[in-house]
C-alpha cells in the first residue's frame, strides 16, 4: 500500500504565494505519475497538476497555468506545487494523488483512475 502525506496548506492574502508537498510512502514500478487535486465546499474534485517521474512532463488544468508549478525530487518520493498569485477562487482542500498505472491525456483529469490519496490539506485566499 502507498501512502501519501501532504503538508504546507494555510492562509494566505489573495496575490500571495504558497507551497505544497507531498511524500510518497513508496514509488511502485506502475506508478508512473503524481499529482494534485482540488475541492471547495460543494463542488466536484477538479485536477489542478500532474508530473511524470520520469522526464519531469508537466500538466495543468487551466485555471492554474502561468500561476501554479509542480515539480518533484525522485530522490525523496516528493512532489511539490507552488501556488502563486493565489485567488479567492484558489481556496479548496488540495490532494495528492497516484495512479497504480500509466494514464493516457484523456484520464489525467478524472479523479477514479486514481488509486492513491492523501488526506489533504487546506488552502485558503482571503484578505
Known amino acids: ?3 501519501l502525506v501532504e503538508s504546507g496548506g494555510g492562509l494566505v492574502q489573495p496575490g500571495g504565494s504558497l507551497s505544497l508537498s507531498c511524500v510518497a510512502s513508496k514509488r511502485t514500478n506502475n506508478m508512473y505519475t503524481m499529482g494534485w487535486f482540488r475541492q471547495a465546499p460543494g463542488n466536484e474534485r477538479e485536477f489542478v497538476a500532474q508530473i511524470r517521474w ?46 497504480s498505472r500509466g494514464l493516457i491525456y484523456s484520464e489525467l483529469h478524472r479523479p477514479d483512475n486514481y488509486d492513491y490519496w492523501g488526506q489533504g490539506t487546506q488552502v485558503t485566499v482571503s484578505s
Open 54 to 99: 520520469s522526464g519531469g512532463r508537466t500538466y495543468y488544468a487551466d485555471s492554474v497555468k502561468g500561476r501554479f508549478t509542480i515539480s518533484r525530487d525522485n530522490a525523496k518520493n516528493t512532489v511539490y506545487l507552488q501556488m502563486n498569485n493565489l485567488k479567492p477562487e484558489d481556496t479548496a482542500v488540495y490532494y495528492c494523488a497516484a495512479p
Open 1 to 3: 500500500q502507498v501512502h
